[in-house]
Nanobody, 127 residues
């Protein structure tokens, strides 16, 4: 089993930057991919971006490509989300996720691809 804990959320102004962190513990040796999802008020939880654990290959939602960057530290079992040029539409609870499932021919970009979830961290962008 894997445990995930997010941190780094907060209140920022439009145009600012923010960095989220996710710490993984437990059976981390069997992680194939990690990613970030977000859920805005009244909306469904949506995929933001992810990373293949072994190679570092990344995959992004079109809405954040060019603004958000995902990275990971394999030794420390950490994954990071660097968010730049934030706007009000980015306001949401952000969730870290990990997958123990290998995939070929597609990326880990849906909720069902992931086995483990953090509790979420709130990001609020004011105008």
């Amino acid at each position: 089993q894997v445990q995930l804990v997010e941190s780094g959320g907060g209140l920022v102004q439009a145009g600012d930057s923010l960095r989220l962190s996710c710490a993984a513990s437990g059976r981390t040796f069997n992680i194939y991919a990690m990613g970030w999802f977000r859920q805005a008020p009244g909306k469904e939880r949506e995929f933001v971006l992810g990373i293949r654990w072994s190679t570092g290959r990344t995959f992004y939602a079109d809405s954040v490509k060019g603004r958000f960057t995902i990275s990971r530290d394999k030794v420390a079992n950490m994954v990071y989300l660097q968010m730049n040029s934030l706007n009000a539409a980015d306001t949401a609870v952000y969730y870290c996720a990990a997958s123990s499932r290998s995939k070929y021919g597609s990326d880990w970009n849906t909720r069902s691809d992931y086995d483990y979830w953090g509790q979420g961290t709130q990001v609020t962008v004011s105008s």
